[in-house]
């Protein structure tokens, strides 16, 4: 984002939360500069859309951090929250038993995969307390997922290229639906 942008980000943060209109802006030149420095790999349009689920989930404007981690979880490849992961763990449950701990385990996404490591394949099958594991399998997943964003927060060069990837393949997406954009390849005069 331009610093141009990211002013306009600000503006309409101030703009969310009125409550804050007031201080927001006395401060919007200084956040402008900070946040310009932190968020400038970010496309305007993403930074607007993690804006609009950061307005819909807290009464409150947000920091830096919490707005460049709702960018990080916007993008993330594993959407999944801790309930829908643990109906993934029961599936697998279901599908492959004690036996098959190698194939369950594949069968899981990264996250899953090491909170089930954690706690172990054989516990999830045999426990006679279900809800106990259950438990300890979600505050586990909560932590890991936790700190998987982390290291995504902490690693510029890794967001930057998840986010060219989104915006290359958004690029060819509008390339190959309109044939006006479609590449032709100069040596032959064809489309590729």
């Not at 998987?148 to 390339?175: C, F, G, H, R, W």
Request: glycine content about 2%.
């Amino acid at each position: 984002m331009t610093s141009n942008e990211v002013t306009r980000l600000l503006e309409m943060i101030a703009s969310s939360y009125p409550s804050y209109t007031r201080q927001i802006s006395q401060n919007i030149e200084g956040m402008s500069l900070v946040w310009s420095a932190f968020l400038k790999d970010i496309p305007f349009s993403l930074a607007v859309e993690a804006l609009y689920r950061v307005v819909s989930k807290s009464p409150y404007p947000p920091t830096l951090y919490e707005f460049k981690k709702e960018v990080i979880e916007l993008i993330d490849e594993n959407p999944l929250d801790a309930a829908e992961a643990w109906g993934q763990v029961m599936k697998a449950v279901r599908w492959f038993g004690i036996y098959r701990a190698d194939e369950a385990l594949e069968s899981l996404d990264e996250i899953t995969r090491k909170v089930v490591e954690a706690i172990g394949w054989n516990e999830i099958c045999l426990t006679e307390n279900i809800d106990t594991v259950r438990a300890h399998f979600i505050k586990l997943y909560e932590q890991y997922r936790e700190r998987k964003i982390e290291e995504k927060l902490m690693d510029k060069k890794a967001l930057t290229d998840k986010i060219a990837k989104i915006l290359d393949s958004k690029n060819q997406d509008v390339l190959t639906k309109n044939p006006k954009y479609a590449l032709t390849d100069s040596k032959r005069g064809s489309r590729k």
